[in-house]
């Protein structure tokens, strides 16, 4: 069973910056296409951004692109999502999600982390 753990969450004042990070706990992380989602309060989960599993193609959510950069260290099995340019909107729990190399043009996850918050205050 693949374990992700996401931490960098926190309280930042919009115009901040924060960077997300997820471990994974099983395996090699090299084996999975990984990805963020938010889901903010009475709202659905979205999409916010997806590497594949050798980082070389990314692709954004309309609303995050050019502020936000998901990225990846195989080595350290560790996914990142740098946020920057933060506003109100971005407030949402924050999740990070792995699966096999079709998971990236399908959105289709099978491993979820519990999730970190993102507050940002205007």
């Known amino acids: 069973q693949v374990q992700l753990v996401e931490s960098g969450g926190g309280l930042v004042q919009a115009g901040g910056s924060l960077r997300l990070s997820c471990a994974v706990d099983?395996?090699?992380?090299?084996?999975?296409?990984m990805a963020w989602f938010r889901q903010a309060p009475e709202k659905e989960r979205d999409f916010v951004a997806a590497i594949t599993w050798g980082g070389g193609s990314k692709r954004y959510a309309d609303s995050v692109k050019g502020r936000f950069t998901i990225s990846r260290d195989n080595a350290k099995n560790t996914l990142y999502l740098q946020m920057n340019s933060l506003n109100a909107d971005d407030t949402a729990s924050y999740y990070c999600a792995a699966g096999p190399p079709t998971s990236y043009y399908e959105d289709k996850y099978e491993y979820w982390g519990q999730g970190t918050q993102v507050t940002v205050s205007s």
């Open positions: 099983e395996g090699p992380a090299s084996r999975y296409a």
